[in-house]
């Protein structure tokens, strides 16, 4: 099978800068550049294959028409591509929200809802991002606090570097603050509660919306959970196992998982079988299951995923 590589989605919430075109290379006419959806199976915003003989072919297009075998043997228990990873630019923050578990998504907008993880690439000094609670607090102080437009005093506000992981289960309230460039490793899901967004006024001219009711439905009211059993992963959880690697690199792709390589940094090239391919900053791979062994020569860094071990 091909190494595919992958032109994302990218989308243009108000809170984004224009780093992932400037230092990643995204082209989009998109402006602000928020977002790049770089593995993305999503009717909200699908990657495309830009190389080979499918280029121009949606990788959920690729997935139907190849079968499931390509997702690998780990895959077979979801009903849809388990995983979504995202460049996220966040020059202003973001609204305080909440993901929903899946039993309670499937229910009240029928998509699975979102555990997720962020890998932190570059924070401004000082750059912080709201993560669960200080303490656990009851129901009507949270309704009380929104109401009264004073959540954030309640929030664990958290100081990020360069290199941070932040696992984000379903259910934990947070929100990405300003100076901060990260990638998002999340389920396949697109359902986000929005809390507080601090007043802001949307391209069509009206406040943004909020979901006060679902989140307080779904809000855990307690601090976070401080340390999770990754087994020597960047993050592993039912959903994706993510690594970061420094090339050169040699792995294989078998047949329990797809492999997703996005390039972080630098420069390099990639072989698997008979084809190789020149990769840079910014680039995102898919290899389909059971590709087998691979290597990654240059000056890279490299985030991989996978699900499964």
């Known amino acids: 099978m091909p190494i595919l590589k992958l032109t994302p989605a990218c989308k243009d919430y108000i809170w984004g800068g224009n780093r992932l075109a400037s230092e990643f290379g995204i082209k989009s006419d998109v402006h602000p550049l928020a977002e790049a959806?770089?593995?993305?199976?999503?009717?909200?915003?699908?990657?495309?294959?830009?190389?080979?003989?499918?280029?121009?072919?949606?990788?959920?297009?690729?997935?139907?028409?190849?079968?499931?075998?390509?997702l690998g043997s780990g895959c077979s228990r979801f009903q849809d591509f388990p995983i979504l990873i995202k460049l996220i630019d966040a020059k202003e923050n973001l609204s305080i929200q909440v993901?929903?578990?899946?039993?309670?998504?499937?229910?009240?907008?029928?998509?699975?809802?979102?555990?997720?993880?962020?890998?932190?690439?570059?924070a401004e000094p000082g750059a912080f991002l709201y993560y669960g609670f200080?303490?656990?607090?009851?129901?009507?102080?949270?309704?009380?606090?929104?109401?009264?437009?004073?959540?954030?005093?309640?929030?664990?506000?958290?100081?990020?570097?360069?290199?941070?992981?932040?696992f984000i289960p379903a259910g934990t309230l947070h929100a990405i603050c300003k100076g901060i460039l990260l990638a998002e490793i999340q389920q396949n899901s697109n359902v986000t509660y929005w809390v507080y967004d601090y007043g802001r006024i949307g391209s069509?001219?009206?406040?943004?919306?909020?979901?006060?009711?679902?989140?307080k439905a779904v809000t855990a009211l307690c601090p976070p959970r401080t340390s999770y059993p990754f087994q020597g992963h960047l993050a592993q959880c039912e959903y994706f196992t993510a690594d970061v690697f420094q090339a050169p690199l040699e792995d294989v792709c078998d047949q329990q998982s797809f492999t997703s390589l996005l390039i972080l940094e630098g420069a390099g090239s990639i072989r698997c079988e008979a084809e190789q391919l020149e990769i840079k900053k910014g680039d995102s791979l898919f290899l389909p299951a059971g590709s087998g062994p691979y290597q990654v020569t240059g000056d890279c860094r490299i985030l991989r995923t996978r699900v499964g071990t």
């Open 134 to 166: 200080k303490k656990e607090i009851t129901a009507e102080e949270f309704s009380r606090a929104i109401a009264e437009n004073d959540l954030v005093k309640y929030l664990n506000a958290v100081e990020v570097h360069r290199g941070d992981v932040i």
């Open 37 to 70: 959806w770089v593995l993305s199976c999503h009717e909200a915003g699908p990657s495309v294959i830009e190389n080979g003989p499918w280029a121009g072919t949606a990788l959920s297009a690729f997935i139907r028409e190849q079968g499931a075998g390509v």
């Open 99 to 122: 993901h929903p578990s899946n039993e309670y998504a499937l229910a009240h907008g029928g998509q699975y809802g979102k555990t997720e993880m962020w890998y932190i690439l570059d």
């Open 204 to 215: 069509d001219g009206k406040p943004r919306p909020l979901h006060v009711e679902q989140a």
